[in-house]
């Protein structure tokens, strides 16, 4: 074979090497432009805007009120004790609804707070054969600054401010049984503290525990136990739950 032949094959053999290259590099291309079409753009994740306990709120509340009410019996003309102490528990049940807002400044949380609940709390004491009372807590209610610190979604908080119930004392003189009843709206404080859960962007589940107490109250009887005068210091621990709407 000349030097000329050899030329032309080795010019021939290049030719056909750079055709294959080139075809390799084409379907390269076409496959990385298919596997984007499949895959579609590349989508950055965006993080969620933290939460803020900010705003105003208003849902339900129930709960389960335990009292305490000492009660003394004293001579109306002097105010002297007779002697007569009873201590008893009045209990039972309560619902009703709430309102608040809040505002949040970093982790911190500070609102006011208002509630009111129609209640069934009842109980009392006998001290037969003379005489029983009894006592019937109609409703409860109150207005609360609270302040607390926010976790995320988490809220835990304390709590105070004044407290108003409507409490009924009767009394009864059991050779008659006359029966003379005192109701009167208290005013007293009240301290506690909780926690609120969102479950959501606007709804709350939320638990909290408050002391409160209603001052001394001055039943002076007239009828079933004339010239006596009951005086009684009530106290109340409530434990709610509650579900409310962030607006």
């Keep these: ?57 208003g849902g339900l509340i129930a709960g389960h009120t ?86 995320e979604r988490v809220l835990v908080y304390g709590t105070g401010g004044v407290a108003f119930a409507n409490i009924e004392n009767t009394y009864v003189y059991l050779p008659t049984s006359t029966k003379e009843t005192f109701t009167n709206t208290r005013t007293g404080w009240t301290v506690g503290g909780g926690a609120d859960l969102a479950l959501t962007d606007n709804w709350i589940a939320g638990v909290d525990y408050r002391h409160s107490d209603y001052g001394k109250t001055h039943n002076v009887s007239q009828v079933a136990f004339p010239g006596l005068t009951g005086i009684h210091a009530q106290v109340a621990d409530t434990l709610h739950l509650s579900l409310a709407y962030k607006f």
């Design 66 to 151: 335990w009292q305490n009410d000492h009660a003394v019996e004293t001579y109306t003309a002097n105010g002297a004790p007779t002697g007569l102490v009873y201590d008893f528990n009045p209990t039972g049940g309560s619902i009703g609804a709430r309102l608040g807002a809040n505002y949040q400044l970093g982790l911190f949380v500070a609102g006011i707070e208002g509630d009111f609940e129609a209640t069934n709390v009842n109980g009392g004491f006998r001290d037969a054969p003379i005489g029983k009372g009894r006592d019937n807590t109609h409703w409860q209610g109150s207005v609360r600054g609270r302040l607390g610190v926010g976790f």
């Design 1 to 57: 074979m000349s030097r000329s032949d050899i030329a032309h094959c080795g010019r021939h053999l290049a030719a056909i090497l750079t055709g294959v290259a080139m075809t390799f590099a084409l379907a390269s291309t076409a496959a990385q432009g298919a596997d984007l079409a499949l895959r579609g753009p590349k989508v950055v994740p965006v993080a969620p805007e933290p939460f803020s306990w900010s705003g105003v709120y």
